[in-house]
């Protein structure tokens, strides 16, 4: 033959990842309705996004014909009717988070704001799906669903408008100026709104029939805020507003809309009871948007983390053909063959790209299919309390705590042997839907902040190394994979839909209640049997530094400042939001390693003899990323545990904890090597050249033991990290990017 | 005609022609370096095939038709995702080696075994539809072989085009020299036809059509049979990739002229 026999060592990376191995990894190797949504937003992200984007269609704000030319390639793909219900036009039934969010992954890959502008459509319509009454759901559905063959009609876009312009613009989501009040109310009629609402940064404005905007009340007769429909065609002025000058996510319409409009009481979103001559809506604009963007939340991540593996092809390309050409690089040359992957940093880096993505896509994937299992038992949840007659926050929340209680125990028998009288009980609540509900709640209370803010604005920072990776070529419109557009974009996506302090804020919120602590601790066992079931995915190493951040969210807890304050309080997240970032690391670590455990576990049919070398490097990421975290973990959290501390000086006290250099010397005539164990020495009025004496771990002795281990836990990172740059140095790629750029 | 035309399409996946192709040798025999990691596609010419196909389909009532596929099952079932959304078909699949080393004739005898097998299967309205050729490294027999053992006897071999005339007799359009086409009159089915490229577009994927047809694909792949080709003793002593020759020059406001002039002389120089 041509070339000789090649028996592909058994243990490498043979290929980048394709179809089979993503199926597997993000649990959808069964779900071909889902499998055809990607191929077909696929097939829509490599052609005409692709061909728009290459053309310089992003050089523009205004939403130009061509532009408007995707919305209908979304709709013959299928990408809009995803969204929709069999019966209201839809092909996929059931939950979609995950199908959406695989759709956005699909075409974020090739641009973000093609992504953008496909889903914000659906996070238009989110309010009326989640919130609103069957014959809202039924007539917007059945009206945003694009036609079938034959069906003359146009389809109704939505769009979505919370925020406002200055003062309120970004401020907090609970305040808005746009106003709802009564213009007219008949004896017996239906009443009729006005409705006042000036929107900012409002994506799909350009084209959107209809838009979900929330409102509060501005009249003695409606009572608190909602959600209100408002239609093109309404009486009044429906002005789209002028394009905002985005840098980013061009193929996305934004504008700043002015709406002056009459619509009848019907259009509340969720409906309305009329008490005592007031109207009452059903849901509030703060409970309809918490419920919306819990979930959208998510897909903004998976975004951003699609354009981080996007990267991996081109800039290995671009690394293996950088001196190809060149005189000094003749064929069959390492130069030729490897041009920049001869350097072992180049490798490295790009590992450290490569490892982000995975735990990303993991990360927001993992919880998507959280909101999946999630959703149909919320609405379960509803239908219980409605039955039960329990109503309004305070008694609902009464009736939650009596499930986490019971949540709590069966997370209490899980983590320990059961005698035959615990087991039957561990079954009972194993099997209660209400149970699972609760955790899986608290769950997602985390880890919708955590994907939306690791994902974002760590991948933003990660993004920038896959732009630098590509040298100055990074930075122009040519660069293969429009890298540093996506650089660009992901500011955005770490911006909108709550910007990182909201996350934060959040995550401050939920992440210390004592149902997601108590799974925590059992996160930290899973991973530890991982550890042992599957050796070399850094399991270990996270395990540890789980347990360490768990330490010092008690510790922080109780403690005080060298002032005396309280370090947990609302007001401090200089604590608050440091230990949310590092949550967020060890979230996306363990949702990377339990992806790349299923691979490994579950991929022989599919793989054949190219898994151990598959699941090898993908294990290898994982360890990469899990030492990153474990790092940014023990920084984190030795930084808070010691840094309200106030270092010890040169004075009285000070010198109290300092070893005389006169009785060390005696003490080492004594026992050779005693005098070692003194941090510092001081003799007469001298003292050594630094700020003071070394301040000691007196009362946080286990903090330092848990963090000694958790560095011992790093033996072998970075042996992974050579594996996988060698396997990057060799895995084949295609010859040319599958979309023009 | 009254009762439509039993379509069967003959076509298999190749590797996604953006992968490097490098043949190697392993313990089963050639093959393609890291072929079953590769993405794969439905072969471009057997595509041709099965739009035509459902175009002809769409225009006859009472028509159906029926993807024959001879391939590994995990690969046919990635590419059906995306193929089943485009046209209304049935599939029946073979799981066996599709990388273009297998012999023409094993592979023909397993497709006209399948053929005939197929529920209803009416001779008299079968058009037997495939690749003029492939793009794997198909010999361009397959079909025709396949049409000897179904005995059909009238072939036809680069068409881009079929047309059903008043009577039910068929007009088909087959490739010659300088662009030319050769008309040919059959009176009807049963008949093979080799698609070259005809005259279709790709269609759009259209998930309603898509889950229309998964309902029978995964089923349909869950209980493919074995299909072990091989490469009937055959030994090959040298394989190669085509060389690929590309040679790029950047000018700027070059005259249609000059470009033209510049082609007809690297066209001249063999």
Not at chain 2, 240 to 245: G, W
């Amino acid at each position: 033959m041509a070339s000789p026999a090649v028996n592909p060592a058994l243990d490498a990376l043979r290929t980048l990842p394709g179809d089979d191995v993503r199926q597997i990894m993000w649990r959808f190797a069964d779900r071909y309705d889902v499998q055809m949504l990607v191929q077909s937003a696929r097939q829509v992200a490599r052609g005409p996004v692709a061909r728009l984007v290459a053309a310089g269609g992003r050089n523009d704000h205004d939403w130009t014909p061509r532009k408007a030319e995707l919305l209908a390639a979304y709709d013959a793909s299928g990408i809009t009717a995803a969204f929709m219900e069999p019966e209201e036009g839809g092909f996929i039934s059931g939950p979609k988070n995950l199908a959406l969010a695989l759709a956005a992954f699909e075409l974020a890959w090739v641009d973000a704001g093609a992504a953008t502008g496909a889903l914000a459509g659906f996070l238009g319509l989110s309010p009326i799906h989640e919130k609103g009454t069957p014959e809202q759901r039924r007539h917007y559905m059945s009206l945003a669903v694009p036609p079938k063959p034959g069906e003359e009609r146009k389809t109704w876009r939505a769009a979505f408008a919370l925020t406002e312009p200055i003062p309120y613009v970004g401020v907090d989501t609970g305040m808005l100026s746009g106003r709802i009040r009564v213009a007219e109310w008949q004896d017996g009629a239906e009443p009729v709104l006005q409705v006042e609402k000036r929107g900012r940064f409002i994506t799909n404005m350009g084209f959107a029939s209809f838009v979900t905007a929330a409102v509060d009340s501005g009249d003695p007769r409606i009572k608190g805020s909602c959600m209100v429909i408002l239609e093109e065609g309404d009486p009044g002025t429906f002005d789209r507003g002028t394009p905002t000058r985005k840098l980013v996510h061009q193929l996305s319409s934004t504008t700043d809309p002015i709406f002056s409009l009459r619509v009848p009481a019907s259009r509340i979103v969720g409906g309305y009871t009329v008490k005592d001559g007031v109207i009452v809506p059903n849901f509030d604009h703060s409970t309809i948007i918490e419920a919306v963007f819990r979930r959208t939340r998510v897909t903004v991540g998976v975004i951003t983390a699609a354009k981080l593996l996007s990267a991996i092809e081109p800039v290995i390309r671009y690394q293996r053909n950088r001196f190809r050409g060149a005189e000094q690089a003749a064929p069959g040359s390492i130069r030729h063959d490897l041009g920049i992957q001869q350097r072992e940093d180049a490798l490295h880096r790009l590992v450290e790209v490569w490892a982000t993505g995975e735990a990303a896509a993991s990360l927001g994937l993992s919880t998507a299919r959280l909101f999946d299992e999630l959703d149909p038992l919320d609405r379960r949840k509803d239908a219980l309390l409605a039955a039960q007659g329990i109503a309004g926050a305070r008694a609902t929340m009464k009736w939650m705590k009596l499930v986490e209680r019971s949540a709590l125990e069966y997370l209490d028998l899980a983590a320990r042997p059961r005698g035959a009288a615990d087991e039957a009980r561990f079954r009972v609540l194993g099997a209660d839907e209400m149970v699972r509900f609760a955790l899986l709640d608290a769950q997602a209370n985390v880890l919708c902040p955590a994907t939306k803010l690791w994902d974002t604005g760590h991948g933003a920072t990660v993004l920038r190394e896959a732009v630098s990776l590509m040298g100055g070529y990074g930075i122009t419109e040519d660069c293969p994979g429009f890298l540093g557009q996506k650089w660009m974009d992901s500011q955005l996506e770490a911006t909108y839909e709550g910007p990182e302090a909201v996350q934060r804020r959040q995550l401050s919120v939920t992440m210390t209640a004592p149902l997601f602590l108590a799974q925590l601790r059992g996160w930290a066992r899973e991973l530890r049997h991982l550890a042992s079931s599957h050796p070399g995915t850094g399991a270990c190493a996270l395990a540890s530094a789980m347990e360490l951040w768990l330490w010092t969210v008690t510790y922080l807890a109780g403690a005080t400042d060298a002032d005396g304050e309280r370090l947990v309080q609302p007001a401090r997240q200089g604590v608050s939001f440091k230990l949310a970032d590092a949550l967020a690391w060890l979230c996306a670590s363990r949702a990377q390693i339990l992806d790349a455990v299923a691979l490994a576990d579950g991929g022989a049919a599919a793989l054949g003899d190219a898994l151990p070398g598959t699941a090898r490097f993908l294990a290898d990421l994982c360890h990469v990323e899990a030492a990153r975290a474990a790092g940014e973990v023990g920084r984190i959290c030795a930084e808070l545990v010691h840094g309200y501390n106030r270092h010890p000086a040169w004075d009285e006290e000070g010198r109290r904890a300092c070893w005389s250099a006169v009785d060390a010397e005696a003490l080492e005539g004594i026992v050779a090597g005693l005098a070692g164990c003194a941090c510092d020495q001081v003799e007469g009025e001298h003292h050594p050249e630094k700020e003071g004496p070394c301040a000691s771990c007196r009362g946080i002795t286990d903090f330092a033991r848990l963090r000694v281990k958790m560095d011992g836990c790093l033996t072998g990172a970075m042996l992974a990290k050579d594996r996988a740059a060698e396997a990057l140095a060799h895995v084949m790629i295609p010859e040319a990017l599958d979309y023009p750029a | 005609m009254t009762a439509g035309y039993q379509i069967v399409v003959l076509g298999s996946v190749v590797p996604d022609p953006l992968q490097t192709l490098e043949p190697v040798a392993t313990p089963q025999g050639p093959a393609l370096k890291n072929e079953a990691m590769l993405p794969a596609v439905l072969d471009p010419w057997a595509a041709h095939a099965l739009f035509e196909a459902a175009n002809l389909a769409a225009k006859v009532p009472g028509s159906k038709v029926t993807l024959v596929s001879l391939g590994p099952k995990a690969k046919l079932q990635q590419v059906m995702m995306a193929v089943a959304q485009k046209v209304p078909l049935e599939l029946v699949a073979l799981d066996g080696p599709a990388g273009g080393f297998t012999d023409a004739h094993e592979v023909a005898v397993r497709l006209a075994a399948a053929v005939k097998a197929l529920p209803g299967l009416d001779r008299g309205r079968l058009l037997l539809f495939g690749g003029w050729e492939s793009a794997s490294r198909g010999a361009g027999v397959t079909l025709q072989l396949v049409g000897e053992r179904l005995e059909i006897h009238d072939q036809f071999q680069g068409v881009d085009q079929i047309a059903v005339q008043a009577g039910g007799a068929l007009e088909i359009l087959e490739r010659v020299e300088g662009g030319k086409h050769q008309v040919s009159v059959v009176a009807g089915p049963p008949a093979v036809l080799g698609w070259a490229t005809g005259s279709l577009p790709e269609p759009k994927n259209n998930p309603q059509i898509g889950m229309a047809n998964m309902r029978q694909v995964m089923p349909a792949l869950q209980r493919a049979p074995a299909a072990p080709v091989g490469t009937a003793g055959v030994e090959f002593l040298s394989v190669a990739v085509p060389k690929a020759q590309r040679e790029t020059r950047i000018v700027k406001d070059a005259s249609p002229d000059e470009i033209a002039r510049e082609l007809v002389e690297w066209i001249s120089q063999d």
